[in-house]
């Protein structure tokens, strides 16, 4: 009888509910203890975006990290990233062990000196359509190239390094002092961002301008050796042009006080 009276009370409520006005039915449900405290509505997770007026801090997740952009809030009301982006640890989309790519990624992460040296900056004879007299030293920052003009259109070509994003520069000087195994003495300038240097090193091996050095004009930079030729073909120095020291002796040879350097 029990199991009766009670089916009969809650088919009364179903049809109860089922024939209320929709608003009414909405009243109600606002004036329930359990709906009142609730949302209305689903209300999705704020993302976390990078913030684009930090584009150093290099985006996404390192800005998701380090960084909070005008609007998103403080970092701990935000969803986890792993949360919003469940694949983004996927190893399903990492591409395999022997792939290519991932043997390049382990090369980058290699010690640099371990690396062979490229061929490309080998010194070579090589066609120059330029109008600069022979003799004239040549330097193409952007591709890393030194030429050496010579005559009936030829150049020779040496592989260098340049200066870093900040430190480079453009113009024309004459080579105005030439030396063996220079000493170095690092410029204020330098040691204001490396006071971790020394402040004056005898030349040799170690010295990093190397076998020979070129002084250009009244200028702090020169064309000189280097005790890292791995450096060679990469934007590395403040300002100056370094080479292998054996291009660099080579060079030196070659070249008097008072020719000619374009630096472009």
């Not at 970092?75 to 792939?99: F, G, I, V």
């Not at 020394?198 to 010295?207: A, I, K, W």
């Amino acid at each position: 009888m029990f199991k009766r009276m009670s089916a009969a009370l809650l088919g009364g409520a179903c049809m109860l509910v089922a024939g209320m006005d929709p608003a009414a039915a909405l009243d109600a449900r606002a004036s329930s203890p359990e709906t009142a405290m609730q949302p209305r509505g689903p209300q999705a997770q704020p993302m976390r975006m990078a913030y684009n007026g930090r584009s150093n801090m290099g985006g996404g997740f390192i800005e998701f990290l380090f960084g909070d952009g005008p609007g998103q809030g403080r970092s701990y009301d935000r969803q986890p990233m792993y949360q919003q982006q469940p694949a983004y640890y996927d190893q399903r989309s990492l591409p395999q062990a022997n792939d290519p790519q991932m043997q390049g990624m382990r090369d980058e992460a290699a010690d640099p000196r371990t690396r062979p040296f490229d061929p490309r900056f080998e010194k070579q004879v090589v066609d120059y359509p330029g109008r600069e007299s022979a003799g004239t030293i040549v330097v193409d920052t952007p591709n890393k190239f030194l030429y050496l003009v010579q005559d009936n259109g030829k150049a020779l070509r040496y592989g260098i390094g340049v200066g870093r994003p900040g430190f480079t520069w453009s113009g024309v000087k004459t080579i105005s002092a030439k030396r063996e195994w220079p000493d170095w003495t690092p410029p204020a300038e330098m040691l204001a961002r490396r006071p971790d240097l020394p402040r004056h090193m005898e030349g040799g091996p170690e010295n990093p301008l190397g076998a020979r050095a070129m002084y250009l004009g009244s200028s702090l930079y020169r064309i000189h050796g280097s005790n890292e030729p791995w450096t060679i073909g990469t934007n590395v120095s403040s300002g100056c042009i370094r080479m292998r020291n054996e291009d660099v002796i080579d060079l030196y040879g070659r070249v008097n006080v008072g020719a000619r350097v374009v630096v472009m």
